[in-house]
């Protein structure tokens, strides 16, 4: 079966380091793709992982393992416009099927 | 720009009337697919399409059609609605991936549908 794990809900202050985890379970792993949402907005594109590792993209970094289906966003120098859903999403080989966890909604207070 | 767009943004229907949700991207993208949202659910894919004339079921397919007729639109069809298809609809496109390319999807603004 597939399985995306990830914490509902998350506060932070402003100027702080925020770890985002998702754990998953699925067959055919190609992939693994963090998204920010904005309440009511679509989806946008934050970070890819395929090999295991950390890539670093400004303020935002992204870690993966998968011999234990672990992944984590790591969020720099937080913004109170970073309060916004974060979603873990799993691509599945052959397919490009993607498979989203349930998101996590991220607060940052001043 | 490079977009996609969904239209209409919001509808409000009855029960039973048939409807349908287009999607257009600019990006001569191959691969599209349709999601629900719901809260505490997630996204939830409804169907996908690799390419023209080819399309499949997702998660949860029961209740919608889709066709791919052109490479640029894939509408979504509900031909008889009904209030648990009131959800948030998210319209998405890429390229096709080869097995070692990291193309994200790109999402449309979203359609907010209640039907009563």
């Known amino acids: 079966g597939q399985n995306i794990d990830q914490p509902t809900e998350m506060t932070a202050t402003e100027g702080a380091i925020v770890q985002i985890n998702c754990t998953y379970q699925t067959s055919g792993f190609n992939g693994l793709f963090w998204y920010q949402q904005h309440a009511g907005e679509a989806p946008t594109f934050l970070s890819y992982?395929?090999?295991?590792g950390l890539e670093e993209k400004g303020r935002f970094s992204s870690f993966l393992s998968r011999s234990k289906g672990y992944s984590y966003l790591l969020l720099k120098e937080l913004q109170m416009k970073d309060s916004a859903s974060y979603l873990c999403?799993?691509?599945?080989?052959?397919?490009?099927?993607?498979?989203f966890g349930t998101g996590t909604r991220l607060q940052v207070f001043p | 720009e490079a977009q996609v767009t969904q239209n209409p943004r919001y509808l409000i229907t009855v029960t039973g009337k048939k409807l349908t949700v287009t999607c257009s991207q600019n990006m001569n993208h191959e691969y599209m697919s349709w999601y629900r949202q719901d809260p505490g659910l997630g996204l939830r894919q409804i169907y996908y399409s690799m390419n023209v004339e080819v399309t499949d079921k997702g998660d949860v397919p029961e209740g919608y059609k889709v066709s791919r007729k052109e490479k640029r639109n894939f509408p979504l069809i509900l031909e008889s609605p009904s209030p648990n298809q009131t959800s948030l609809y998210f319209c998405?496109?890429?390229?096709?991936?080869?097995?070692?390319?990291?193309?994200?999807?790109?999402f449309g603004p979203g359609t907010r549908l209640t039907v009563t």
């Open positions: 999403a799993v691509r599945v080989i052959d397919t490009d099927k993607l498979i």
């Open positions: 998405a496109s890429s390229l096709k991936v080869g097995h070692d390319l990291s193309y994200e999807q790109y």
């Open positions: 992982n395929v090999l295991d």
